[in-house]
């Protein structure tokens, strides 16, 4: 496969903040791929880079094989931006703002009016075409900010967190026009925090946390990377201190593990038969069970696994 | 230039749509006009003043509407559209100079209604006088708006443009000949009115409409001033948006 983008040794401060800590990263022509990460993880900074809109403080970063800081506006020929934020300006219609955004992205004429009336039509806008953009809901503000590159339909298609605020039907419908993007022959990059949009949707995913990329793959990739098959969650009646931690480790012996607050997970094989086993060893150091659960691993377990925290 | 025509046609739409700002605009110029003119031109005695006072409430106009679209491009980094902007498959070189043409064009397509009321009441009307008179609003508002993008494109924060937007209207106002002729001011306020381009563009309108005697400024000295200061404007916001900006 072709590479769309090559990030390489990304870095970026915002003053004394560094938001990105060398990055490095491909991006394959015809994917749809997903930076997943909590808030703050330096997933727009990222697509804002790769838009020209900032500035890398150092590395390359190349979009179809153009450098972003060398030649920005043949980069931004080849690119579309759906923002986290909508962006309108307040006395422009629905249709003001998509026909303006096609009009500026080149697109004219017959194939701009029926790229609009048919994803107007598949996201629900079509009723609100008349509407100023200020009186809409969040939800129907972010469809609109979808629209605009759903319309333009870019080589590089970035959605900055694209269904934030849409309704579940909505979702379904964005995810679907996605894809249909993509099937095309565009390039998809998209940021979430939303682990089920990640998995629904992406082809690969990298996991990016304080600025880094932990870890990057196909979901079902990501997911074998925690060892063990199952995941043994356990909920305490109070928080252990380190000794019984200790204590517990040497008594369970299983090592792999994380515990935070009152919440233990367990990374383990054949979970059904260990969890009698955990309990009875836990019961008989003194440690007080609430709730157990045991789950096949999800994206948030991964995240979880590798930062110790968790994207919910 | 297909571009360029876009930003300045959707500029104009927004200002027709803000249906609230022109008509208050145009009310409180209309009480300048026919309340405040005629009643101060019975105070100030001196040769006609009204006619040389309507040429200094002309130019107020538009420098306001000018100062307001090159506003927008600050109000735009308060909404976020600037970001927006900045990713779109234009130069910024492209955008910067479409919203500096914008100023000169809504301020120049705004005043016509007032201007052609001031030349009936100078009884100066006459088509020449129109296609010299936009000409030269359209270069001044041009460099005005130029002005207030790389203020706003520089220090971004909304309350410290605010403040040095203020200060700057009000000095470029009441330090120049808009309201009366350097002859009345004392000297060291003379030399920064002669150097303030409202000065300029104000006393080479008045030549236009009022003709001989009724400048401070020659005009083969003012019209040089605009000029200059129109390019000097364009190619200093263009030079910023190039090297410095980023969309946050």
Redesign the interface.
């Known amino acids: 496969m072709k590479v769309a983008v090559e990030i390489n040794n990304l870095s970026k401060y915002y003053g004394s903040f560094q938001a990105l800590k060398s990055l490095t990263l491909n991006i394959y022509e015809g994917e749809i791929f997903g930076l997943l990460g909590p808030n703050g993880a330096g997933k727009t900074t990222t697509l804002?880079i790769l838009?020209?809109?900032?500035?890398p403080s150092s590395g390359n970063v190349k979009v179809m094989g153009i450098d972003v800081t060398k030649e920005p506006?043949k980069v931004?020929?080849n690119?579309g931006?759906s923002?986290q934020?909508p962006?309108a300006?307040?006395?422009?219609t629905v249709l003001?703002v998509l026909r303006?955004h096609g009009?500026?992205?080149?697109l004219r004429g017959i194939e701009l009016e029926e790229n609009i009336r048919r994803i107007m039509a598949n996201l629900g806008l079509a009723k609100y075409s008349g509407k100023m953009f200020m009186h809409l809901s969040g939800g129907l503000k972010k469809k609109v900010e979808v629209a605009k590159i759903l319309i333009q339909k870019p080589k590089i298609a970035i959605f900055d967190e694209p269904t934030a605020q849409v309704d579940v039907i909505g979702k379904h419908a964005i995810w679907n026009l996605i894809r249909e993007l993509r099937d095309e022959g565009s390039t998809i990059i998209i940021a979430t925090n939303d682990m089920n949009e990640a998995e629904m949707l992406c082809d690969r995913i990298a996991i990016i946390h304080n600025g880094v990329i932990i870890v990057e793959g196909k979901p079902e990739e990501l997911k074998d990377k925690i060892p063990s098959g199952d995941i043994l969650e356990i909920e305490l009646e109070r928080n252990l201190t380190r000794k019984e931690i200790g204590l517990m480790v040497e008594k369970i012996g299983i090592s792999n593990f994380k515990a935070t607050g009152r919440n233990i997970i367990f990374y383990i094989n054949r979970g059904e038969e260990m969890l009698p086993i955990i309990m009875e060893k836990m019961n008989s150091i003194g440690i007080k069970i609430k709730r157990t659960m045991i789950k096949e691993p999800t994206l948030d377990d991964v995240f979880f696994y590798f930062t110790g925290r968790t994207l919910r | 230039m297909r571009?360029i025509l876009?930003?300045i046609s959707?500029d104009l739409?927004?200002l027709i749509?803000?249906k609230f700002f022109l008509v208050m605009r145009y009310i409180s110029t209309l009480i300048q006009i026919f309340v405040y003119g005629v009643i101060i031109s019975k105070i100030i005695t001196f040769k006609n003043f009204y006619n040389y006072y309507l040429v200094g409430i002309y130019v107020i106009l538009v420098f306001y509407v000018a100062l307001n679209a090159g506003y927008d491009v600050l109000d735009e980094i308060r909404?976020?559209?600037l970001?927006?902007y900045?990713?779109?498959?234009?130069?910024r070189g492209e955008y910067i100079v479409a919203k500096s043409i914008s100023g000169g064009v809504l301020s120049t397509v705004y005043s016509i209604p007032i201007l052609a009321l001031i030349l009936l009441l100078s009884n100066a009307f006459s088509p020449l006088k129109i296609i010299e008179i936009l000409t030269l609003t359209f270069i001044f508002a041009l460099s005005m708006s130029g002005i207030i993008i790389i203020i706003s494109l520089q220090i971004k924060s909304p309350n410290i443009s605010d403040i040095i937007y203020g200060v700057l209207v009000t000095l470029l106002l009441k330090l120049s000949t808009v309201y009366y002729p350097t002859a009345v001011m004392p000297s060291f306020y003379k030399y920064p009115a002669l150097i303030n381009p409202v000065s300029h563009i104000t006393d080479l309108l008045r030549y236009i409409i009022l003709g001989e005697g009724s400048y401070s400024i020659p005009p083969e000295i003012a019209f040089p001033a605009i000029l200059f200061l129109a390019m000097a404007s364009i190619t200093f916001t263009t030079i910023i948006m190039e090297r410095k900006v980023?969309?946050?």
């Open positions: 804002l838009a020209t809109v900032i500035k506006l931004r020929k690119i931006f923002f934020e962006k300006l307040r006395v422009d003001d303006w009009k500026i992205c080149g | 571009n876009l930003i959707r739409s927004k749509k803000e909404m976020g559209m970001e927006y900045l990713s779109l498959p234009i130069s980023e969309g946050r």
